[in-house]
Each structure stands twice: as C-alpha cells, then as structure tokens.
C-alpha cells in the first residue's frame, strides 16, 4: 500500500488523517525539507529522503518498496494532487501491476493564503507560475482564460531569482485584463510562519515575492473589510423598502424618470459632476457588500451607500436598465425578487469592470 500524503503547510495545519497513515506507514519517503514537520511521527521507520527534482525517483522508490509488501508513506506538502506527488505517481504507475494506493488530501497553499487573508476566493482558479515543465505560452493562455472569465486567481511558484519571465509576462496580461486596483493578497512563507501583505494588481510588481509566495488576485467584486479580502457570493440581506425608494420606484414603473444628470435637484451633485441620476434610489438596497464602496454603519444596522458612486455611472445605467424592467413589475419585487436583482448587480458589476 502506498499513502501519497499531503502534509499541509505546516505541522498545526495537518489533518488527523495525514498523522494516522505516516504513523501506520513502514517507510517515509519525502523532500529533504519536509520531514522537519513530521519528525515524531517517523521513530523506528525506513526513512528516504530526495532532492528537488528527484519527484520521478521518489515515485519509483514508493511503488519498489511497496511491492516488498512494506507500507509506505509518500509524503508531499500542501495537497499531494495539486502541484505535488499524487500526479508524479499516477503517471508512472500504469508500468506497474498490483500496486494500492491511497491518496490523503492536505490543505493546500490556496486554502491556507485564504485563510488568513479572509474569504477571497469565489469561483476560482489555481495556476503555477513555474516554466520548469510547462510552456510559458501555456501559462499564459490559462492566466488570459482565468481573467477574461473574471476568475479570483491564485499564482503558485510566481517568481524565483532565475525565473521572472512567467510572472512578468503573466502581469503584462493581466494588468490589460483587470482593473489596476484589483486587490491582491499575498502570503509569503518564512521559518517564522507567514508574511501577509494586501496590494492592488497595479503594484503587484514592486512587492517582495519569491516561490515560496502564494498570491490570491481578486475578481471584480473583491474589496477590502476591516483589512480583509473579501470576494462576495452575494447573500440576501432582509431589509424594509424606503418610503423615499417606493415613491420613487412607483414613478420608474410609470416612466416618469431623469435621463442623466439631473441638475434640477437640490442636491445635485450627491456624488460626482455628470452623475448619471436615473436610479436616484438604487435598486439594490442594501446590497450589504463593499465591492462597489458602500459599508455598513457600524453599530446602527444601516447600509451606507456614501462611497458608492458606481450606480450614477452611465454604463452602469445603461447595463441595469437592459434587464431590470424585466424583473421589477411592482415597487414590492425590490424585495421580493432581491435575488434576481442581486443577479443582475453582479452582472453588471463584470461588464462594467472588465
């Protein structure tokens, strides 16, 4: 039996799973680096230890010490099926008859970067910055398609001394694809744990980053909350409609709208010079995330849309109303139908970034 086993990034994020089957195991083979996180668990085993690079031997070394009918424990960090020896061994272990095997999944970098920069993944993708196996044009045809689809993205292996042209390459597309404000989370592993830093895509360049960094950039709704990354899945939150927006929604329904700036109003401008007026009360209210800068007042249970200037844009407008009047046929859908608004918020929010 062979148990590929991923030890997480560090010895306090190992499952108990991992900890059973080293302890059950008869030999360890793993990275030179990585047996410091399991030490006390290996007393009294056949212990094997490789170099980088040695992946292929390591995987051949498992198979023969396991046809000695020996259980053996091959042992990678994070996850064994992202980036590590899970996908070694099932490449080669078709040359092989009556091998057992047993994959132990760990918590992998992604998992472990997000979990200290708050909740920034969504729909996301995982993609490794390192050209030792794979073509740079391939890197970056997955870096284009994870973009252009608006995918939160997290970047393994980014940069080392040697190796700067994927990154560079990768940056090139996406700063032409993503706004340069899109926020960016970065987790760089040090012998004291991990170093944390927030930056937007602009500035991603000038940040200290080397292989052992994973970098988590956002989509276009991600922002920042109370210093963390947070990328919304867009949850209904319950609200009573304003007397104000029912008075207001009552005349949208019967077209009796502003069209652009609307100068005549005492309080013009609210936002900016030009705003565009026409949804004077949002028809998203409360959509009770920050993406586009509104907050919560804190303590008063009252959504603030003071820093959100995104809803008097006019092509924010103009996408709103290509589908709104196809959801809201009564003022009470504001919150009756908030799901299929919340939708079309999002919709937009995409287009409207991109």
Sequence with gaps: MISVIGIGPSRENMTFRAEKAIKAADVIITYKSYIKNIEDLVAGKEIILKGMGDEIKR???AIAK???GKRVA???SGDPGIFGMGNVLFQIIGKYSGVEVEVVPGVTAVNYAAGILGAPLHDFAVISFSDILTPISEIKKKVKAASDADF???VYNPLSKTRTKPFEESLKILLETKKPETIVGIVRSTDEGADVSITTLDKLADTKINMSTTIIIGNSMTYLQEGYMVTPRGYRVSYPIHELSREFYERYLEGDVNEGPNLGCEYYPCHHHQQNCKFCYCPFYPCA???TGGKWIKDKGV???EDCEWIHNDDTVECIQTKLPNILHDVDDLKNKKKELLKLRRECIN???K
Excluded: D, N, Q, Y
Aim: proline share 0%.
């Design 59 to 61: 995987a051949e070394l």
């Design 74 to 76: 091959l042992v990678s």
């Design 289 to 291: 995330e920050g993406s």
């Design 152 to 154: 939160v993205i997290a």
């Design 351 to 353: 287009i409207t970034r």
């Design 66 to 68: 396991s046809k000695e």
């Design 303 to 305: 959504w603030s849309c």
